[in-house]
């Protein structure tokens, strides 16, 4: 501990008059002030060096706490922002599923009008459709069978060879309809 400073009896006297053993007391007493605070600035500069030292090992260690609390904390975080992206992720595959499910319906709806207005226009245009072709190849085969009963045999040939070619471009006809 620092060391506390008496006061002597030094400056006791009245006016100038003093004795030489007064003032041999009196610088006396200067020296043992002057080593006396010499002493308490040494203990002083003493005592902030050890504070100085401790703060320094204590530091280390807070530090090192601090650090595995940090490394702790992250690992929880990083753990929690983990789900939340799973989460996310779970249900933004539940939107894509619903609105592809949902555009594939209305696909299927735009094909099924744009089918039923071209059939339209090609009906109002007097374009057969692939029915009505399949209808008169039915029709042309029963009429050159018809023929060929009737006819004999050659009638049959003649009549067979060019209804063939007009039901393939009957069928195509049906196909590109």
Do not use: C, H, Y
Request: aromatic share 4%.
């Amino acid at each position: 501990m620092v060391k506390k400073i008496s006061k002597g009896s030094a400056g006791s006297g009245k006016g100038s008059a003093r004795s030489a053993g007064a003032d041999f007391a009196a610088g006396l007493n200067t020296s043992k002030l002057a080593a006396s605070v010499k002493d308490s600035a040494q203990q002083i500069w003493l005592a902030g060096m050890g504070a100085f030292a401790k703060a320094q090992e204590e530091g280390g260690k807070v530090f090192d706490a601090l650090v595995k609390e940090g490394v702790s904390l992250q690992k929880k975080t990083q753990g929690m922002a983990e789900d939340k992206i799973a989460e996310v992720t779970g249900k933004m595959s539940a939107m894509a599923d619903t609105v592809t499910s949902k555009a594939g319906q209305n696909w299927d709806k735009l094909e099924s009008i744009f089918e039923q207005r071209t059939a339209k226009a090609m009906s109002k245009l007097g374009v057969p459709t692939a029915k009505d072709v399949a209808a008169l190849n039915k029709r042309v085969d029963e009429l050159a069978a018809a023929v060929a009963r009737l006819g004999g045999s050659k009638a049959a040939k003649v009549a067979k060879a060019p209804a063939a070619p007009a039901a393939k471009r009957a069928r195509k006809t049906a196909a590109a309809a």
